[in-house]
Nanobody, 122 residues
């Protein structure tokens, strides 16, 4: 099992930037959790389904939603077991609750954080 705690959300004007963080921890595993988990950021706007924003695989490969390409960057600090999402050139349509996700490379079980609200004003 893994526990995920997001931070860094807030209110920002259109064109601004935010960096989200996700601290991962596990009582079952020590060391670099990102070697055994694929990590991702998802978001959910009111009345919408949760959607993938960006993902980073255990071996480091990344992929992004079309809406995030060129503006968002997913990264991780293996020593700190912290996942990041740098969001630049934010738009009002980026307003949503952003969730950190962890999926073990050995199965398809998903773990989620509690979410952090991002609001972009026009």
């Amino acid at each position: 099992q893994v526990q995920l705690v997001e931070s860094g959300g807030g209110l920002v004007q259109a064109g601004g930037s935010l960096r989200l963080s996700c601290a991962a921890s596990s009582s079952a595993h020590s060391g670099n959790l990102f070697m055994i988990y694929d990590m991702g950021w998802y978001r959910q706007a009111p009345g919408e389904q949760r959607e993938l924003v960006a993902r980073i695989r255990s071996w480091g490969a990344t992929n992004y939603a079309d809406s995030a390409k060129g503006r968002f960057t997913i990264s991780r600090d293996n020593a700190q077991n912290t996942l990041y999402l740098q969001m630049n050139s934010l738009k009002p349509e980026d307003t949503a609750v952003y969730y950190c996700n962890a999926r073990p490379i050995s199965d398809s079980l998903d773990y989620w954080g509690q979410g952090t609200q991002v609001t972009v004003s026009s």
